[in-house]
Nanobody, 128 residues
Framework: QVQLVESGGGLVQGGDSLRLSCAASGRTFSTFSTYVMGWFRQVPGKEREFVGAISRSSDSPYYGDSGKGRFTISRDNAKDTVYLQMNTLKPEDTAVYYC??????????????????WGKGTLVTVSS
């Protein structure tokens, strides 16, 4: 079993940057590095949206439309942590951000996208 805890959310102004962290715990020793890690976001009343994901080897992060250009995903397997760096934030980035983990990702399969473990989310609010 793996537990994921997001942190780093908060209230920021448009144009600011924010870095979210997702720390994994539980039976993660020697297994965290094997997971695909994804970031997602959700606005109340709307479908959960794929932001981006990073592979086990960390050499090929890939992004959904909402994450391209301004967001960067990275991971530190030694710390069992994945990060989402968000730059030039816009009010439309306001959402609850979730991280998730699993052995494989299905981008076209919301709301869980094929990932098994999910955090409870952290709220990001961007004011205009």
């Amino acid at each position: 079993q793996v537990q994921l805890v997001e942190s780093g959310g908060g209230l920021v102004q448009g144009g600011d940057s924010l870095r979210l962290s997702c720390a994994a715990s539980g039976r993660t020793f020697s297994t965290f590095s094997t997971y695909v890690m994804g970031w997602f976001r959700q606005v109340p009343g709307k479908e959960r949206e794929f932001v981006g994901a990073i592979s086990r080897s960390s050499d090929s992060p890939y992004y959904g439309d909402s994450g391209k250009g301004r967001f960067t995903i990275s991971r530190d397997n030694a710390k069992d942590t994945v990060y989402l760096q968000m730059n030039t934030l816009k009010p439309e980035d306001t959402a609850v951000y979730y991280c998730a983990a699993g052995s494989s990702l299905r981008v076209g399969d919301p709301p869980h996208y094929g990932l098994i473990y999910w955090g409870k989310g952290t709220l990001v609010t961007v004011s205009s």
